[in-house]
Each structure stands twice: as structure tokens, then as C-alpha cells.
């Protein structure tokens, strides 16, 4: 069974900052693409962000607030979070073998099929 390990959510103030990460089992899942969907109380996923095949994709909602990476050689995947806002919170969940298209996730002005998932970290942000 794959397993998509992820850590580092929390409570923060508004203003505040998290790192996310999110570890995977083996190298080919860098060859994919890579991501993170959050999913508020009531409110269906939204997906936040992808990487792969060396592009970045990004939700509006987070655009300049949020980065993504990965450490190859650490089979690690992160979301570095700044300036929350409490609309941020929700359960971060890590996505991975992704594919680009079809009636999937849509992040920022591409749709993403992920096949894998991670349990989720949840982030709180208090006003």
C-alpha cells in the first residue's frame, strides 16, 4: 500500500507561516505530478497547488502566499505556507501520480487527476 506521509500542520494567528511536508516511497513519484488539496468543514476540496515536470501551478487563492517544492533526493515534497489567513484553514492533503487534464482538480488554470493520497494535516488559522 503507498504511503503519503504528511507533517507539520498546526494552529497559527492570521499573518503566521507552516511548512508542510509530505514524505513519499520512491523516486518514481517525482516523475508525476505532485500536489496539495485542502478541504475545509462543509466546503468541498479545493485544490492549492502541484509541481512536476519543472512547473509550478497555483491556486489564485494562495498565489504569492504559498510556494511548493521537492527534495529529490529526500523523497519529500513541501508547501511553504506565509501570511495565513483563516480562510486557510482546513485538512491539507498530499496528492501524488498526477496527471494534467481530464475533470479532475482544478489548480489555478489546470485540472490534475491525483491517484494517491495522503491522510491529511489538518491547518487551523485563527483571526
Known amino acids: 500500500e503507498v504511503q503519503l506521509v504528511e507533517s507539520g500542520g498546526g494552529s497559527v494567528q492570521a499573518g503566521g507561516s507552516l511548512r508542510l511536508s509530505c514524505e513519499y516511497p520512491g ?3 517525482s516523475l508525476y505530478y505532485m500536489g ?5 468543514p462543509g466546503k468541498e476540496r479545493e485544490g ?13 487563492s494562495v498565489k504569492g502566499r504559498f510556494t511548493i517544492s521537492q527534495d529529490k533526493a529526500k523523497n519529500t515534497m513541501y508547501l511553504e505556507m506565509k501570511s495565513l489567513k483563516p480562510e486557510d ?3 491539507y492533503y498530499c496528492a501524488a501520480e498526477g496527471f494534467i487534464g481530464g475533470s479532475g482538480i482544478l489548480i489555478g488554470s489546470d485540472t490534475f487527476d491525483f491517484r494517491v493520497w ?5 491547518v487551523t488559522v485563527s483571526s
Open 89 to 91: 484553514t482546513a485538512m
Open 48 to 60: 492549492v497547488t502541484a509541481i512536476g515536470l519543472g512547473r509550478t501551478f497555483y491556486a489564485d
Open 27 to 29: 523516486s518514481t513519484y
Open 118 to 122: 495522503g491522510q491529511g494535516t489538518q
Open 36 to 40: 496539495w488539496v485542502r478541504q475545509a
